[in-house]
């Protein structure tokens, strides 16, 4: 399996809410963020005690980050959660970083390798490296696009015939058909 990383990014420290400190969380991996949950910012270990706002806009406030002026100091930087605290996953999800590095292939017609996972409006997407170069493909983490998800053999399997790429190896500028991601 591909080295899990130290850390997990929950996001980035948006602009202050209020003046107690709180900031939003721009690019927010919200399971990460809860109560009570040990983040690292801008390379100072410290708990979540505050947590509102949305899923697609959370509010957060961290210890030792008491006002407006300490929360815009430390603007921009990365909130970081260890790897090994992260909350399990249901049976069918998967962490990005499971996944990238993985090759992906129908049976064995290799496609590419996953470069990132991309979280799209209406689903979450692998952004794959075509094995024949070109411009990377996508392809939708839906039922009917995966077949079988093996992070410990770094393979995903897909289904060439829904992503409208059957019948050959992708050319190296192709891109699925229209309509199809």
């Not at 910012?41 to 406030?61: D, H, K, Q, S, Y």
């Not at 090759?103 to 991309?118: K, P």
């Not at 992070?151 to 399997?157: G, V």
Request: charge should be negative.
């Amino acid at each position: 399996m591909a080295d899990t990383p130290a850390q997990l990014s929950a996001g980035r420290i948006g602009r202050p809410h209020g003046l107690d400190g709180s900031f939003y969380v721009t690019g927010a991996r919200p399971r990460l963020l809860t109560v009570g949950a040990s983040v690292t910012v801008a390379g100072r270990a410290t708990a979540i005690v505050r947590r509102a706002g949305t899923e697609a806009r959370p509010i957060v406030r961290v210890e030792g980050i008491a006002d407006r002026v300490a929360a815009e100091a430390v603007r921009g930087s990365e909130l970081e959660m260890d790897a090994k605290q992260a909350p399990a996953l249901a049976d069918g999800e998967w962490w990005a970083h499971e996944l990238e590095g993985c090759a992906v292939h129908d049976g064995s017609e290799h496609l590419g390798t996953v470069i990132r996972m991309l979280e799209l409006p209406s689903c979450e997407a692998l952004e794959v490296r075509p094995a024949q170069g070109g411009e990377p493909l996508l392809v939708p983490m839906v039922k009917d696009a995966i077949r079988r998800v093996d992070p410990a053999a770094r393979s995903i399997e897909v289904d060439l015939d829904f992503l409208g790429l059957a019948g050959a190896s992708p050319a190296p500028n192709r891109r699925p058909a229209p309509g199809r991601p």
